[in-house]
């Protein structure tokens, strides 16, 4: 599963499932969050209110290169970095 980008103890990866909708993966200590893109949202997990926020966030400011993301991992390549939150 790629790693898009890195902030705060949050890593974002991606894993292409097609029969999914677009989303990621938000990982911070030992919570997991699943993060739809069209709307951006949780799908599922839990994970401390900051680093939800944080996320979320994150995902709304760089909808528009996550959803590349996951489009280049539906042809089989590798998704490009992501700016983290600063």
Known sequence: MPVLSKFYGIVIRMLFVREFTAHFYAFYDTSELMIGLAPVRIIQGE?????????????????????????????????QPIQPLI
């Open 47 to 79: 994970a401390p209110d900051r680093a939800r926020e944080m996320v979320i966030e994150w995902a709304t400011r760089h909808q528009a290169e996550l959803l590349a993301a996951w489009n280049r991992l539906a042809q089989a390549r590798l998704p």
